[in-house]
């Protein structure tokens, strides 16, 4: 666009005189030419209308005449007589157009030219049309002038991006420079004596279309009613629109594809598009006036303004982006919390400023839940391998605890069958075995605590268990401690061992007391039944993927003294006790037939508030067994009878035999299961009965029963072993064992057991 001092400079370059005036007809430009012309300075001139000039009847035609021009944006002419400054009457035609200025306002541009000399006339007409032809010709764009509908004149450029010559272009109708689709619109456009802008698509002269942009004017020059056409080719342009757009499309596609929600913003924050993952999370084709990222609330709540200020400012954290974790919680599912990770990082220019932010939201719930469930795992099977080693480690010690028992006191029952009522060293012996059997009871529980005890398996009710122990429980807790029975009114029945399970409310009784010390407290014991799925199983203390079902529970609850979470978590840690003189194998143990039960123990604790333990057992149909009542040692002989006793441990072999004899039975020995078949097939017709140890070198208990099998398939076998009967037998279930014998065993035992299976 010229600036006003170089149009100046311009305009003083040409010979007729020109003006330039605004609405209100006040000079506000003019050349040389015009100052020399009426002897006045610019200063002078700067801001004086007509009026102030010429004589008033000159004045007031020329205000006339300006006056049309502004009024119809026509440019016109006509011509004026002036008296010069030495008195000689001059005739001029001055050429009026009015030009736009600052966007609204008009400027009426007037050209004075002398017609007193037609050779100066025409000199000036010729420069003019030169002019005019260099400017034409020099432009990039096409300009065409037509009158009515055919084309007068023509710059080079136009003719050549129509295909013509230029002389070829003139008198040609202009509907046929323009494709049959755009003709009613150009028509339109001619009819009009505005000024109009549009486009439209031109014709060649070999019939092939193509875009242009088109503004035109209507123009009066003398008696002719032209139209000024400016065209310009815009097919590059709207090839790059077109490929703009379908990059747009690819880039909306891609965006649209993505799973994850984005949302773009400009450089202050300010929303500008999203995908339609954001749509479908937002529920809005998009979010309220005025939102921002730098605005949003969640921004404060998750405390990284800093990071966002940062990001805004164009700084880098993590490369190019700010990253941040987000858990949304849906007031409809609060205990479900959903985990987003946001990633928020700027786009930048060739100059490195930054035009636009993109914030991509992941829902990683699943993922943190799955990391969570790991964790869980990962922790329970610790929790599973320190129990299932320790566990070996147990039974394995026990095992051979109850070999060493079993020699301890068999040899003090056979000492004791001589002796008198009276005899001075019949009490050490008794003081021997009570020693013993404490040691028994110790062992049961590492055998427990193993999952591997005894279990003598009948369907018991856990109220009624309860029931028989509350004179018992009542002796046992502290005096200042208030016992609190809630029976279910029906209770299921559960198939489990009743000594172990007295052995476990007695453990949590005696643990509940000692939590309220000397404190006054209730200790409350609930029984019932529910129906636990596996989420709640496995929140047990040791997951051991029970199935989901019915289960009869009975709680054990204390108001005492509660644990931290550093407590709770070693209490069935073997030997980890908070008493001073604790052995730490109470709740171990617990743990233990629970498990060997395939049950489980929730407990549930609060530090100075109490603490409640739940153990879950699953429940069976049927009616309840009738207890067996307890057997009393009997020492009566056996008949005349051939027995081998297979034992890999001299001292039991020994005092095993000492009491087969004693009891009246032929016996021969091995020590392993090889020996064994030795000895039974030297004597296969002689031996009744066999007792046959589980575990030895060599060949095992299981092998050797094999083979005896193959030897003589009716072969009577009595298996004994420091392990429960029910994981032994169901090992040898269908397989024709013939009893089960628990060490370490008594003479009682023993009279029993060969009473079932050789009568």
């Not at 032209?226 to 990059?247: G, H, K």
């Not at 940062?310 to 919680?329: F, N, P």
């Not at 489990?496 to 200790?523: C, F, H, K």
């Not at 109470?586 to 153990?615: C, D, E, M, Y």
Request: charged share 25%.
């Amino acid at each position: 666009m010229l600036t006003v001092p170089v149009f100046a400079g311009i305009i003083d370059c040409l010979r007729d005189p020109i003006v330039v005036k605004d609405r209100q007809h006040r000079i506000v430009l003019a050349n040389e030419a015009f100052c020399a012309l009426v002897r006045r300075t610019r200063q002078e001139l700067f801001g004086k209308s007509e009026l102030d000039i010429l004589p008033e009847h000159q004045a007031k035609e020329v205000w006339s005449h300006d006056e049309q021009v502004f009024e119809t944006a026509i440019a016109g002419t006509n011509d004026l007589a002036i008296v010069d400054s030495r008195g000689a009457e001059r005739t001029f035609r001055i050429r009026r157009t009015v030009v736009p200025a600052d966007g609204q306002a008009l400027l009426l541009v007037s050209v004075i030219h002398d017609t007193s000399s037609i050779s100066k006339a025409e000199q000036a007409y010729d420069e003019s049309e030169t002019r005019y032809r260099m400017l034409a010709d020099a432009t990039f764009e096409g300009i065409g002038l037509t009158e009515g509908q055919l084309v007068v004149d023509a710059n080079d450029q136009l003719a050549s991006m129509l295909g013509y010559s230029r002389e070829e272009l003139i008198g040609v109708p202009v509907q046929q420079l323009v494709a049959p689709e755009s003709r009613e619109q150009v028509a339109t456009a001619i009819g009009s004596e505005r000024k109009a802008a549009y486009e439209h698509m031109a014709m060649r002269k070999d019939g092939s279309t193509f875009p242009v942009e088109v503004r035109a004017r209507a123009a009066v020059v003398g008696n002719r009613r032209l139209r000024v056409t400016a065209i310009r080719d815009i097919t590059d342009r709207r090839r790059m629109e077109a490929a703009l757009e379908q990059e747009k499309r690819t880039l909306d596609n891609i965006i649209n594809l993505n799973p994850f929600p984005i949302q773009i913003f400009d450089k202050d924050g300010r929303f500008v598009r999203q995908n339609e993952a954001s749509r479908a999370m937002t529920r809005s084709e998009s979010p309220p006036p005025g939102y921002g990222l730098f605005d949003d609330p969640v921004v404060e709540k998750l405390g990284i303004r800093e990071q966002m200020d940062k990001l805004k400012q164009g700084e880098t954290i993590r490369g190019e982006a700010v990253w941040y974790d987000y858990s949304y919680i849906d007031p409809s599912l609060p205990s479900n919390p959903t985990c987003f990770n946001y990633i928020s990082y700027p786009v930048k220019d060739e100059q490195g400023e930054i035009t636009y932010l993109v914030h991509m939201l992941e829902d990683v719930t699943k993922r943190k839940r799955a990391e969570l469930d790991r964790a869980k795992l990962e922790a329970h099977m610790r929790d599973l391998q320190k129990l299932e080693s320790l566990g070996i480690l147990a039974g394995g010690i026990a095992h051979d605890f109850n070999n060493l028992l079993l020699a301890i006191t068999g040899n003090a029952e056979l000492a004791l069958l001589p002796l008198s009522p009276s005899a001075p060293s019949r009490e050490n012996i008794d003081e021997i075995l009570r020693v013993a059997r404490r040691a028994a009871e110790l062992c049961g529980q590492m055998l427990a605590y193993s999952g591997k005890g005894r279990f003598v398996v009948g369907r018991l009710s856990l109220s009624r268990v309860v029931q028989e122990m509350s004179q018992m429980l009542a002796v046992s807790v502290s005096r200042k401690a208030s016992l609190r029975y809630i029976f279910s009114g029906r209770m299921p029945f559960i198939e489990a061992d009743a000594a172990q399970l007295r052995q476990v409310i007695m453990n949590l009784i005696i643990n509940a007391s000692e939590a309220l010390g000397d404190d006054a407290g209730t200790i409350t014991v609930v029984t019932g039944e529910m129906i636990c799925d596996r989420d709640y199983l496995s929140d047990s203390c040791v997951d051991d993927h029970l199935p989901g079902g019915r289960y009869a529970f009975v709680e054990v609850s204390d108001t005492g003294c509660g644990m931290d979470a550093q407590t709770a978590k070693r209490i069935f840690d073997p030997f980890f006790s908070t008493k001073f003189t604790g052995r730490g194998l109470g709740l171990a143990a617990v743990l233990g037939i629970v498990r060997g039960h395939r049950g489980a123990i929730k407990v549930t604790t609060t530090p100075a508030k109490g603490s409640t333990f739940q153990i879950l057992l699953p429940a069976v149909e049927g009616e309840q067994d009738d207890p067996l009542p307890a057997e009393e040692p009997v020492a009566r002989k056996a008949r005349r009878r051939t027995i081998l006793l297979v034992e890999d441990d001299p001292d039991v072999r020994q005092v095993g035999a000492k009491l087969l004899k004693y009891l009246g039975a032929e016996v021969l020995v091995a020590n392993d299961g090889r020996q064994c078949v030795e000895v039974f097939r030297a004597h296969l017709e002689q031996i009744d009965c066999v007792i046959l140890d589980l575990t030895m070198p060599v060949m095992n208990g299981d092998e050797a029963f094999e083979e005896l099998r193959k030897l003589k398939k009716d072969v009577r076998v009595i298996l004994t072993s420091g392990y429960n009967e029910v994981d032994v037998t169901q090992r040898f279930d269908g397989r024709g064992l013939a009893g089960y014998l628990q060490k370490p065993y008594g003479m009682a035992a023993l009279v029993k057991i060969l009473d079932d299976v050789l009568t």
